[in-house]
Each structure stands twice: as structure tokens, then as C-alpha cells.
């Protein structure tokens, strides 16, 4: 795979990145992007749908049953290539900032330390009444399992449709976005505010902006550079041609 060696000279030169990325970069790993996890016995539900503080009211079981069924599924899964070429890159430039709308956690099982989570952890749970974090609870086999402090119904620690970003996250995403040189924004469908606004607020403050996807999303053509592929790939094959 070939860059365009602006693009190569660009990456050399700067000293403040900021990468956002998506589900498409846990694809490599088995893990569903969130628009295409409706497989087998969850064919007939919408994510869209089920990520809302609306369907736990409603269904809280289903939910639950959800994200047990996904918190195991990415209990499985390991880093690829994509994660390690981006910790690769955190170690070789001055300030690196690496947010990610992934709540399977593998970037930070990768080694990726400069991690800004924006959208939770699906493998820590959180009491829906009063938010606070909850390690253990009895186990009745009545789903979802109830709050030890208050009886609140139990809940992923994620964000929903809906809800707020965590306090300071996005917060810290934005400021990496404005301050940064170069902006990367991969296997992400671009679509999900208020993350989606991120690299257009990057290339206002007058970034270099890179997408790497397999498909077109909306900031394909805003991007400076867009390259189409798996960034398992395309993110091993950039670190090759800048710093081999
Ligand atoms: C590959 C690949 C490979 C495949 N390599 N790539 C402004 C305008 C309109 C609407 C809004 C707005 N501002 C807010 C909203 C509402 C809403 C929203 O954005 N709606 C849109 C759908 C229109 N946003 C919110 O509600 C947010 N909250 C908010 O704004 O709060 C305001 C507030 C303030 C104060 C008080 C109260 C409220 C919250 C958004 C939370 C999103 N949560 C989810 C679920 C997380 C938990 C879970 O995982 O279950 O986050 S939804 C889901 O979408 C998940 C993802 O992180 C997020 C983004 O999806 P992503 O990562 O882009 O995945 P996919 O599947 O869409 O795309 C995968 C991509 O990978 C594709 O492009 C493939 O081509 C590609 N790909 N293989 C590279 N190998």
C-alpha cells in the first residue's frame, strides 16, 4: 500500500496528534461494529433502540441480556493489528491523544496509555439510580441484579442514547482536537454526536485530517486524506512507510 509522500513528510514532521476511532477497529478482532452486531439471536433488534435509557426503562432484561451477551463476546477478543500500530505511534510523538467511542477496552489491552474513553466500559456496571460504580451484588438469577446499596436496577457503565458523555471526557477530546496537527478518525461511521463533530472542529483549528474506513461515511470528503481499507491494515502498512 502506497501514501502520498506529503502525507509521509506531514506525519514526520508534526508533534501533537489526536486519533478518534470507532467500532471498525475492533472489527479485526472479532468484535461487531455497533451497526452491524445484530447477528444470530439478536437479528431483530436495533442497537439504536436497545442503547437507550428508554429500552432498560421498558425491557431492562433484554438490555441486560444484550450486554451480557456482548461483554462476553469481547472478553474473547484480543488486539489486532490497529490497536498496535496506534500504540506504536502514541510512543513517537510529543503529545498524543487517543479518543475512542470503543467501550471493549483494547486499546487499552494493546498498551495505548493516553486513552480518552467517551462512551464507557461495557465490562464495569453502575447502579441506574445512583450512578455510583458497583464491583459485586447477589446473584438471585433475577435479571437485571439489584443495586447492594439502594436496590437500583444494575446497568453497563456506558453512554446512551440520550445521555451526557462522561464529566472531562469530552472536554479533553475537544481540546486534543484544537490543539492537535494531525487528526486521524478511524472505523468510525462518523454519524454519533457529538464525537462526529470531532475532526471537523480539528480541521477548523487547521489540522490535517486522515480517515481511514473500508467504506464512505459523511467526513469522507471533508477529510484531507482518505484512505479505504481495514485499519488493521492501513494503519500497519502507514507505520511501515513513515518509520521504516
Ligand atoms: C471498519 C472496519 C475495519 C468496519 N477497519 N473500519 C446533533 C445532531 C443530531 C443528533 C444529536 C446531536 N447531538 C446529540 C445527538 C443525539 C445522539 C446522536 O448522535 N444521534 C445520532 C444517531 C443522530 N447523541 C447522543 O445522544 C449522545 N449524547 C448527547 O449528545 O448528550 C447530550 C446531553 C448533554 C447533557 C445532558 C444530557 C445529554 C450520546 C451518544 C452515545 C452513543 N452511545 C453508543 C452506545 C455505547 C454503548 C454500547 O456500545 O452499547 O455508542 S451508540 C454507538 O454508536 C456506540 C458507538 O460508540 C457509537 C458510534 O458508532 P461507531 O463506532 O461509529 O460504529 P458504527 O458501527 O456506526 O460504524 C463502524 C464503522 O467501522 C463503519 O463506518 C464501517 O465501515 C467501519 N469498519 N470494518 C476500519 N476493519
Not at 425491557?59 to 444484550?66: A, G, K, T
Not at 513517537?92 to 491523544?97: H, I, L, Q, V, Y
Request: charged share 15%; net charge negative.
Amino acid at each position: 500500500m502506497s501514501f502520498p509522500l506529503e502525507l509521509v513528510q506531514t506525519i514526520r514532521a508534526v508533534k501533537d496528534v489526536a486519533v478518534l476511532t470507532g467500532a471498525g477497529v475492533s472489527a479485526e478482532s472479532g468484535v461487531p461494529t455497533f451497526r452491524e452486531a445484530q447477528t444470530g439471536l439478536w437479528v431483530r433488534y436495533d442497537p439504536q433502540e436497545l442503547a437507550t435509557p428508554e429500552a432498560f426503562r421498558d425491557n431492562p432484561s433484554l438490555v441486560w441480556e444484550w450486554y451480557a451477551w456482548r461483554r462476553e463476546l469481547i472478553a474473547k477478543a484480543r488486539p489486532n493489528p490497529g490497536h498496535y500500530a496506534l500504540v506504536d505511534m502514541e510512543q513517537r510523538f510529543p503529545s498524543f491523544a487517543l479518543i475512542t467511542q470503543n467501550v471493549d477496552g483494547l486499546h487499552q489491552l494493546a498498551g495505548s496509555k493516553a486513552v480518552i474513553n467517551l462512551h464507557g466500559n461495557i465490562q464495569l456496571t453502575k447502579c441506574s439510580q445512583e450512578g455510583i460504580l458497583v464491583e459485586k451484588w447477589e446473584d438471585t438469577g433475577v435479571i437485571p441484579p439489584r443495586c447492594p446499596h439502594c436496590g437500583g436496577l444494575l446497568r453497563p457503565d456506558v453512554v446512551w442514547f440520550g445521555e451526557a458523555l462522561p464529566p472531562g471526557a469530552f472536554n479533553a477530546a475537544s481540546q486534543a482536537a484544537r490543539r492537535c496537527d494531525l487528526f486521524f478518525s478511524i472505523g468510525t461511521s462518523s454519524v454519533v454526536e457529538p464525537a462526529a463533530s470531532l475532526p471537523y472542529l480539528a480541521l477548523e483549528h487547521g489540522a490535517v485530517v486522515v480517515e481511514i474506513n473500508p467504506s464512505e461515511t459523511p467526513l469522507t470528503s471533508a477529510a484531507t486524506y482518505a484512505f479505504q481499507g481495514p485499519s488493521g491494515q492501513v494503519l500497519s502498512a502507514l507505520v511501515e512507510a513513515v518509520w521504516s
